[in-house]
């Protein structure tokens, strides 16, 4: 690689790291974010509580999709909308736009949907969005009870039928302007562990300005983890205890969390990426290892995965 070459992916892979470890900002796609921390409460949804409704006050004039913080379940497919507040009753009321679906990821993480047709705000004006949870007990959408830096937000109960309930939470979500977001893809050979080959995910669209989200799944439980970031090794380099498959510019070291449903562990980390033209088109890369003492050597990984910045 040519020296010049070499130094551009360092100097972005540092800025990378700053911006992941840097206070959350407001730029391009991203447009709004409450509570937007590691942190999770010990809580779940699912019904009587199956929609929940997060009261904001519109900041951009087109929402594109949104995200909130779940998991720890079965995959199931779950619906963010964005929905009117009523000036007499207060409840969310007319749907703007139309709504969103993905299917839920077992780790728990920021994870979402694009609008199927975006909603237009007004902006200044309150607004609700409106989580349609599919099965039972999910995580939660909220922070840590004791976490510092809470801000407390309205939110709104159904059963389906009827708005029950009301609660000032502490409640986690993500809302995005329209934007033409970059590609992810995955590619390499996991390593087994106690719980099968670890798996990696992104959740996220990879644009200047916002975050990307790298989940860690079926991997040891309560164990060191680490995330590699790079660029892509795209036929791997075995090490003899592993096959590694992106440069190791930066290493971040986490602790595995206990998911249940089925037990596992899991970790996600939050990168912002730089609101900066050289980051588009770089293909930044992530693979997770799992310190995991029933795995053969001690050590299991995931496959990796790539997501090219626009």
């Avoid at 007499?88 to 139309?98: F, R, S």
Wanted: net charge neutral; hydrophobic share 45%.
């Amino acid at each position: 690689m040519p020296r010049d070459t070499a130094t551009t992916m360092l100097r972005l892979a540092a800025a990378f790291l700053f911006a992941a470890l840097a206070p959350l900002a407001t730029a391009q796609q991203l447009a709004f974010a409450q509570n937007d921390n590691p942190s999770y409460g010990g809580y779940a949804v699912g019904w009587p509580a199956s929609v929940l409704a997060f009261r904001f006050t519109a900041n951009a004039p087109v929402l594109a999709a949104a995200q909130v913080f779940t998991g720890n379940q079965p995959p199931a497919v779950h619906t963010l909308e964005i929905r009117t507040r009523n000036a007499t009753t207060g409840l969310p009321d007319q749907l703007v736009g139309q709504p969103g679906t993905w299917s839920t990821t077992h780790t728990r993480c920021f994870q979402g949907a694009s609008f199927a047709q975006p909603a237009n705000l007004t902006v200044g004006v309150d607004y609700f969005l409106v989580w349609r949870v599919q099965g039972m007990f999910h995580q939660h959408s909220v922070s840590a009870d004791t976490e510092p830096s809470n801000v407390l937000v309205e939110v709104r109960v159904s059963d389906g039928n009827t708005w029950h309930a009301q609660a000032n939470l502490a409640a986690k979500f993500r809302l995005f302007a329209p934007y033409v977001a970059g590609s992810t893809s995955s590619y390499g050979t996991g390593k087994a562990g106690q719980y099968g080959v670890p798996t990696i995910g992104l959740h996220g669209w990879p644009a200047i300005g916002s975050p990307v989200d790298v989940w860690l799944g079926s991997a040891a439980r309560n164990v060191p983890a680490i995330l590699v970031l790079g660029t892509p090794i795209p036929g791997g380099v075995p090490l003899g205890f592993a096959d590694l498959y992106v440069t190791p510019d930066l290493l971040l070291t986490l602790t595995t969390k206990t998911h249940t449903n089925p037990l596992s562990g899991g970790i996600s980390y939050s990168l912002f990426v730089p609101n900066s033209p050289s980051a588009i088109g770089f293909p930044l890369s992530f693979q997770w290892g799992v310190f995991d003492p029933l795995a053969l050597d001690g050590f299991s990984h995931s496959a990796a995965a790539t997501a090219v910045i626009n």
